[in-house]
């Protein structure tokens, strides 16, 4: 009996010396979970300094929980697109942990995560799940924490002290939220952070001093935000700034003041935004910015004069995908004798000054493929492209001619090799399309700008005709009678040929055209301006509750087609501002009446009230009428006027056209079969009759047009003078006195 007793008791002790034995083994040798990868990896910190790390890969498991046998000595956790949504004390015993990915899995709550006791913790990935706010103290216990990945979240709501204690944190990535405000106080436990990703976050606006408590932040990414403006001290405090980011907001110039406060900015990105012209002085003294990037601006028309100057340290401009960029100042370029790298195709330029190009001497290279380029302008491109030159040009194979139709598909670097000796140019102006179109409605009161951007060589010079038939230099100003008596400035033409018209009265109504000439020819175009008087009565605006209200909208008349001897006048209401928003009825109208003054004729006259179209006849050439359209109604009466001035008279049309030479050609007709010799009678007197209406048709053109004709029309007065020398020289032989109509003359 005690032999047995005994003999159980050595049992029992051996079975406990096996059972000791298996858990010490158990806790030498590490396990890996099922289906995981463990081993040992590369791995590099913040700071890009190189580590040997024990890795347990576990991603794509479609796992609901983390595995309980993960070996206390693992470095790296991989834990991507599984099903995890609550972590309890997983994670406590991995005291090592320097890298912990838990990004594409279901967490709702930055609590259920599990990182009480993560003190090693340099990098933690929480990218794609469902976490809705950042309570305060939150990430308390991450005191080693360096990286911070919380982007394409649902956050919403970030408690002021959510970042208690990442003081060591240098990398946030907060982008892709439902965030709607900036909160400064966020960013005070953040003495050391250097790069903030927040963009894509639908953030309401900026305000001064958002990010002042980040001292040592490098590189901050506002992409996506649909900012449309830059408070002025939005970046105060970020004297170490060295990239900005603005890509994909809704920037309608350059937040030129809020970058003054950068002195460190080296990259700056601006790409698409719908800002529509690069102006003087966007990009001023900017002392150490390398890159700038402004490419995928739809709206993008123009680079102005002064646009960019004293950037010692610029390498590299891009200015790229902008399908509307037509043209670039040669002046806009100004100190940058640094640039390296020019990037400017896929635009839609057609002549790239060789004034640009000499401003940068230290130019490498520069793309300029996919865009329309004219290959007339030999002597521009010549110096920059021809066989002297050393630049560089990307992609020349795709580097073709759109013009002329002679060149068109030929490579632009073998046109210009082959054509250029440094001969003359003939290089025509050219008149953006994108600056005018065909109507323009403009509000009363406000100040109006029309631009007339245009490449040329040499560069062009610019005048305007206004709907008086004004004509408007740099020089000059188009004159206008104020209330007094006295005159005003009306019109100003700017430097680079834009019209300005400071206050915009009703009279400012109708059609404007821009004139851009040089030695080798000109171009003109025309843009119809319309002015918003719902709120204009008897010349003075009417505001707050005095008067009646326009709801029905506003009557405006329009020239639709105007000719030498006739005008096709067009009506129609545009709603007003109050009824803007809602679909508006045409109004229903009792009587209709057009009225037509001018020191020659008047009259009045009654229109049907459903047409909305009036041709205007009998009227003189080169000559301006006063139009005036009332339109009554059972309830309101409305009265729009149009300033129109009719054509010239086409010199050949006026020689065999009038309506004396008309009838005496049927006398002529009808006595032609009497006897040969009354015919010669009448036609020595048709020869009488044209002459003297010859020079009658030059005194009254002269007389009734306000432009000068021998600027106008040169062609015609130099084929007048002709002829006058002619007939005091007693030469003039009725077979060669017609004039060649196969010729034709650009005004």
Same mark, same amino acid.
């Given at each position: 009996?005690?032999?047995?007793?005994?003999?159980?008791?050595?049992?029992?002790?051996?079975?406990?010396?096996?059972?000791?034995?298996?858990?010490?083994?158990?806790?030498?040798?590490?396990?890996?979970?099922?289906?995981?990868?463990?081993?040992?990896?590369?791995?590099?910190?913040?700071?890009?300094?190189?580590?040997?790390?024990?890795?347990?890969?576990?991603?794509?498991?479609?796992?609901?929980?983390?595995?309980?046998?993960?070996?206390?000595?693992?470095?790296?956790?991989?834990?991507?697109?599984?099903?995890?949504?609550?972590?309890?004390?997983?994670?406590?015993?991995?005291?090592?942990?320097?890298?912990?990915?838990?990004?594409?899995?279901?967490?709702?709550?930055?609590?259920?995560?599990?990182?009480?006791?993560?003190?090693?913790?340099?990098?933690?990935?929480?990218?794609?799940?469902?976490?809705?706010? @950042?309570?305060?103290?939150?990430?308390?216990?991450?005191?080693?924490?360096?990286?911070?990945?919380?982007?394409?979240?649902?956050?919403?709501?970030?408690?002021?002290?959510?970042?208690?204690?990442?003081?060591? @944190?240098?990398?946030?990535?907060?982008?892709?939220?439902?965030?709607?405000?900036?909160?400064?106080?966020?960013?005070?436990?953040?003495?050391?952070?250097?790069?903030?990703?927040?963009?894509?976050?639908?953030?309401?606006?900026?305000?001064?001093?958002?990010?002042?408590?980040?001292?040592?932040?490098?590189?901050?990414?506002?992409?996506?935000?649909?900012?449309?403006?830059?408070?002025?001290?939005?970046?105060?405090?970020?004297?170490?700034?060295?990239?900005?980011?603005?890509?994909?907001?809704?920037?309608?110039?350059?937040?030129?003041?809020?970058?003054?406060?950068?002195?460190?900015?080296?990259?700056?990105?601006?790409?698409?935004?719908?800002?529509?012209?690069?102006?003087?002085?966007?990009?001023?003294?900017?002392?150490?910015?390398?890159?700038?990037?402004?490419?995928?601006?739809?709206?993008?028309?123009?680079?102005?004069?002064?646009?960019?100057?004293?950037?010692?340290?610029?390498?590299?401009?891009?200015?790229?995908?902008?399908?509307?960029?037509?043209?670039?100042?040669?002046?806009?370029?100004?100190?940058?004798?640094?640039?390296?790298?020019?990037?400017?195709?896929?635009?839609?330029?057609?002549?790239?000054?060789?004034?640009?190009?000499?401003?940068?001497?230290?130019?490498?290279?520069?793309?300029?493929?996919?865009?329309?380029?004219?290959?007339?302008?030999?002597?521009?491109?010549?110096?920059?492209?021809?066989?002297?030159?050393?630049?560089?040009?990307?992609?020349?194979?795709?580097?073709?001619?759109?013009?002329?139709?002679?060149?068109?598909?030929?490579?632009?670097?073998?046109?210009?090799?082959?054509?250029?000796?440094?001969?003359?140019?003939?290089?025509?102006?050219?008149?953006?399309?994108?600056?005018?179109?065909?109507?323009?409605?403009?509000?009363?009161?406000?100040?109006?700008?029309?631009?007339?951007?245009?490449?040329?060589?040499?560069?062009?010079?610019?005048?305007?005709?206004?709907?008086?038939?004004?004509?408007?230099?740099?020089?000059?100003?188009?004159?206008?009678?104020?209330?007094?008596?006295?005159?005003?400035?009306?019109?100003?033409?700017?430097?680079?040929?834009?019209?300005?018209?400071?206050?915009?009265?009703?009279?400012?109504?109708?059609?404007?055209?821009?004139?851009?000439?040089?030695?080798?020819?000109?171009?003109?175009?025309?843009?119809?301006?319309?002015?918003?008087?719902?709120?204009?009565?008897?010349?003075?605006?009417?505001?707050?509750?005095?008067?009646?209200?326009?709801?029905?909208?506003?009557?405006?008349?329009?020239?639709?087609?105007?000719?030498?001897?006739?005008?096709?006048?067009?009506?129609?209401?545009?709603?007003?501002?109050?009824?803007?928003?809602?679909?508006?009825?045409?109004?229903?109208?009792?009587?209709?009446?057009?009225?037509?003054?001018?020191?020659?004729?008047?009259?009045?006259?009654?229109?049907?009230?459903?047409?909305?179209?009036?041709?205007?006849?009998? @009227?003189?050439?080169?000559?301006?009428?006063?139009?005036?359209?009332?339109?009554?109604?059972?309830?309101?009466?409305?009265?729009?006027?149009?300033?129109?001035?009719?054509?010239?008279?086409?010199?050949?049309?006026?020689?065999?056209?009038?309506?004396?030479?008309?009838?005496?050609?049927?006398?002529?007709?009808?006595?032609?079969?009497?006897?040969?010799?009354?015919?010669?009678?009448?036609?020595?007197?048709?020869?009488?009759?044209?002459?003297?209406?010859?020079?009658?048709?030059?005194?009254?053109?002269?007389?009734?047009?306000?432009?000068?004709?021998?600027?106008?029309?040169?062609?015609?007065?130099?084929?007048?003078?002709?002829?006058?020398?002619?007939?005091?020289?007693?030469?003039?032989?009725?077979?060669?006195?017609?004039?060649?109509?196969?010729?034709?003359?650009?005004?």
């Amino acid at each position: 009996m005690l032999n047995m007793e005994r003999n159980a008791i050595s049992t029992s002790l051996l079975t406990v010396c096996f059972m000791l034995a298996a858990c010490r083994c158990s806790l030498a040798i590490p396990f890996c979970p099922a289906q995981c990868v463990c081993e040992t990896r590369p791995w590099y910190t913040p700071q890009s300094v190189y580590h040997q790390a024990k890795t347990v890969d576990c991603n794509e498991l479609h796992l609901s929980r983390i595995s309980w046998n993960i070996s206390i000595d693992t470095q790296v956790l991989l834990l991507q697109s599984n099903n995890i949504s609550r972590v309890t004390t997983e994670l406590l015993s991995l005291v090592n942990l320097t890298e912990l990915d838990l990004s594409q899995n279901h967490f709702s709550q930055i609590q259920d995560v599990g990182l009480s006791n993560l003190t090693q913790l340099v990098t933690l990935y929480l990218e794609e799940n469902q976490i809705k706010e @950042l309570p305060d103290m939150c990430l308390k216990d991450l005191v080693s924490l360096e990286e911070l990945y919380i982007n394409h979240n649902q956050i919403s709501s970030i408690g002021p002290n959510a970042f208690s204690g990442l003081g060591n @944190l240098l990398r946030l990535h907060l982008n892709s939220n439902k965030l709607v405000a900036i909160d400064s106080h966020w960013f005070e436990s953040l003495p050391n952070l250097e790069i903030l990703m927040i963009g894509e976050n639908p953030i309401l606006g900026l305000q001064d001093m958002n990010f002042q408590p980040l001292s040592k932040l490098h590189s901050l990414v506002l992409a996506g935000m649909g900012l449309r403006e830059i408070p002025e001290g939005a970046f105060q405090g970020l004297e170490y700034l060295e990239s900005l980011s603005f890509f994909d907001n809704k920037l309608t110039a350059v937040p030129k003041k809020a970058l003054r406060v950068l002195p460190s900015l080296k990259f700056l990105d601006l790409n698409k935004n719908p800002i529509v012209r690069i102006q003087e002085g966007d990009f001023r003294d900017f002392p150490h910015l390398e890159e700038l990037s402004l490419n995928n601006m739809d709206e993008l028309v123009a680079v102005e004069k002064g646009a960019f100057s004293d950037l010692p340290q610029m390498a590299k401009l891009e200015l790229y995908n902008n399908p509307h960029l037509f043209f670039i100042d040669r002046a806009a370029f100004l100190k940058m004798r640094g640039l390296r790298t020019l990037l400017i195709h896929n635009n839609d330029l057609t002549l790239l000054p060789h004034d640009i190009l000499s401003a940068f001497p230290s130019l490498d290279e520069i793309s300029l493929h996919s865009n329309p380029l004219r290959c007339d302008c030999i002597a521009n491109w010549g110096p920059v492209l021809g066989n002297q030159s050393s630049l560089k040009v990307l992609e020349p194979q795709i580097t073709l001619c759109a013009s002329p139709p002679h060149l068109v598909g030929q490579s632009l670097q073998e046109v210009v090799s082959a054509s250029w000796n440094g001969a003359s140019n003939t290089c025509l102006p050219l008149i953006s399309q994108q600056a005018f179109p065909p109507l323009l409605n403009v509000t009363l009161g406000q100040l109006l700008t029309l631009n007339c951007w245009a490449v040329a060589d040499p560069a062009p010079q610019f005048y305007w005709v206004t709907p008086t038939g004004d004509k408007v230099t740099s020089e000059a100003v188009s004159p206008s009678s104020n209330e007094g008596g006295g005159m005003t400035k009306k019109h100003r033409m700017q430097e680079q040929g834009a019209l300005e018209i400071p206050h915009v009265e009703p009279e400012d109504a109708g059609l404007y055209t821009c004139v851009a000439w040089n030695a080798e020819g000109a171009d003109t175009r025309s843009v119809s301006v319309y002015v918003d008087r719902s709120n204009w009565h008897g010349g003075r605006s009417i505001g707050g509750h005095h008067g009646v209200v326009n709801t029905t909208g506003s009557l405006v008349i329009l020239a639709k087609i105007v000719h030498a001897q006739s005008v096709v006048l067009e009506w129609k209401v545009h709603p007003s501002a109050v009824s803007s928003n809602h679909e508006m009825a045409q109004p229903k109208w009792l009587s209709a009446t057009v009225k037509i003054d001018n020191p020659q004729i008047s009259y009045t006259a009654m229109v049907p009230v459903d047409v909305q179209e009036y041709n205007l006849t009998h @009227l003189l050439p080169s000559t301006e009428y006063q139009v005036c359209l009332t339109m009554a109604g059972t309830e309101q009466t409305q009265h729009s006027c149009i300033n129109v001035t009719t054509k010239e008279a086409s010199f050949a049309v006026e020689m065999v056209a009038q309506p004396a030479n008309v009838a005496l050609a049927a006398v002529m007709g009808s006595m032609f079969a009497i006897c040969i010799m009354a015919l010669l009678v009448f036609y020595m007197g048709r020869r009488m009759k044209q002459k003297s209406c010859h020079h009658s048709l030059k005194k009254y053109m002269q007389h009734t047009t306000s432009i000068p004709l021998n600027e106008l029309y040169p062609p015609l007065i130099n084929l007048w003078e002709n002829e006058t020398e002619k007939e005091k020289e007693g030469t003039a032989d009725p077979q060669n006195s017609q004039i060649d109509t196969s010729k034709t003359y650009m005004w």
